[in-house]
């Protein structure tokens, strides 16, 4: 039977991983190649890293790191932030990465979607999405959100954007509840079971998640896929071992 | 022990190679006929579709080479399914050295294609390719196509219906998971393979 995942993400800048609030107070936390098998020993099921210099220095992203990491670790891992192209996301696969995860470039340029997803397959293209509900009630899709001086609410509703990069060529789907983001009362569930409705491929719940019973709340309510987290997993505040013990006492299928 | 890594462009072949590094094998990355002929052990990953996969070996002029192989040969992810007769994807006439057709995964609702993240292995035939693969071991998969199960399935997995996750005929072998991204489960079956 496929588990669900437990993925954490690492923010990644000048080669190392960092916390903070984006942009702001960076705090270095450690190496990345050390953090990654960290977590891999731990039990996570996949890692993804976002650069959160590449994207708006308009760089690509540093192929020396990925690299260090495709050597190191043996579970699959995601490299979001700053890819723009196929070339990009080329230098990004070939250093060793399983996927590459686009957000503002997408929103940029629908068409990189199916680019990357030709060359390479829908299997490595994830596309994240940032969203937020306006007042009138409907959840829509915010770009630039890495920077928060250039972030943009857009008109584009967030449903019909999961819709479109579908068919666009998306072979798995982020979806970064922003309403919930970094204040740790749980994830979108509302939300997130919108999404699952109209996501036929692959999804990962993000923002919100404080305590286990939060991952329990999104696998068992709004039927994801995977659920990733940052905070929680850097602080301490949640070991994954103990997360997967609370999840499988409930039934939800994790790997051991 | 020579083991090559047969280079038709698939994008999993760096993490294929740090795997086998991982083990203490160096695999030469190549696409030289003469070199494949004379390893020990050929390995032919690959990330992407079936079409442009079979089109990169008959560009590299690889495909009667890599038809002819005596030695252990284990094709990856679509590396095994260009080992089968046909896919469904881009309908692509493949090597056709293991006896079977690979299919679309048909979605449904809470059935996700592609099939993406840690599935259980179920090994259905003694060979040496599973030693030491234990009840409840899971592998990495992720892909939209697969093989059915059948006479040549060593291992399967289910996603909604059973299928192919390895397979073997005589000395071709693959693997649908990722077994360099698989941590140790997917280290002792390349293990496995390396010592055939």
């Not at chain 1, 829908?122 to 915010?142: N, P």
């Not at chain 2, 192919?164 to 072998?173: D, I, L």
Request: aromatic fraction near 6%.
């Amino acid at each position: 039977m496929l588990s669900r995942r437990i993925i954490p993400c690492l923010d990644v800048r000048d080669g190392q991983v960092v916390k903070g609030v984006r942009f702001r107070d960076h705090v270095v936390v450690g190496e990345i190649v050390e953090l990654a098998l960290r977590y891999r020993d731990e039990g996570a099921d996949e890692l993804v890293f976002y650069d959160i210099t590449a994207s708006p220095e308009g760089r690509r992203v540093d192929r020396d790191w990925v690299e260090r990491v495709a050597r190191e670790i043996d579970i699959p891992f995601c490299v979001a932030g700053g890819i723009r192209s196929v070339d990009d996301a080329r230098e990004v696969l070939h250093a060793g990465a399983d996927k590459i995860s686009i957000n503002s470039p997408a929103l940029e340029r629908p068409a990189l979607v199916g680019e990357i997803a030709g060359a390479f397959g829908v299997q490595c293209v994830v596309v994240g999405v940032d969203s937020l509900r306006d007042e009138d009630g409907e959840w829509r899709v915010r770009q630039y959100t890495g920077d928060p001086s250039r972030t943009q609410a857009l008109r584009k509703r967030t449903l019909d954007w999961i819709e479109e990069v579908q068919r666009l060529g998306a072979g798995e789907i982020v979806l970064n509840c922003m309403g919930t983001d970094g204040v740790r009362r749980g994830y979108d569930i509302e939300q997130l079971r919108a999404a699952r409705a109209v996501c036929h491929v692959p999804l990962v719940a993000s923002g919100g998640a404080g305590e286990p019973a939060h991952f329990a709340d999104v696998f068992r309510d709004a039927d994801v896929d995977a659920a990733l987290a940052a905070s929680v997993f850097h602080s301490g505040d949640i070991a994954i071992p103990t997360l997967k013990r609370e999840l499988r006492a409930q039934g939800i299928e994790v790997r051991a | 022990m020579r083991v090559v890594l047969v280079d038709a462009g698939g994008t999993n072949i760096g993490s294929v190679r740090y795997a086998l590094q991982r083990l203490g094998t160096d695999a030469a990355l190549t696409a030289d006929p003469a070199r494949i002929r004379a390893a020990s052990h050929v390995i032919l990953p690959g990330v992407g579709a079936a079409g442009p996969g079979m089109r990169r070996l008959r560009d590299a002029g690889l495909v009667e080479v890599l038809r002819g192989l005596t030695q252990p040969v284990l094709g990856v992810c679509l590396g095994m399914q260009l080992l089968c007769e046909r896919s469904e994807e881009d309908d692509t006439e493949c090597l056709g050295v293991v006896p079977a057709a690979v299919r679309r995964m048909p979605g449904a609702p809470g059935l996700r294609v592609p099939h993406m993240g840690w599935n259980t292995l179920r090994a259905t035939a003694s060979h040496p390719l599973t030693e030491g693969l234990r009840e409840r071991d899971t592998a990495y998969f992720v892909h939209s196509y697969a093989v059915p199960v059948g006479d040549y399935t060593l291992v399967s997995s289910e996603h909604g219906q059973p299928f192919s996750a390895a397979v073997g005929a005589g000395n071709f072998m693959g693997m649908q998971f990722h077994p360099e991204r698989s941590a140790s489960v997917g280290a002792q079956l390349l293990r496995n393979f390396l010592s055939l």
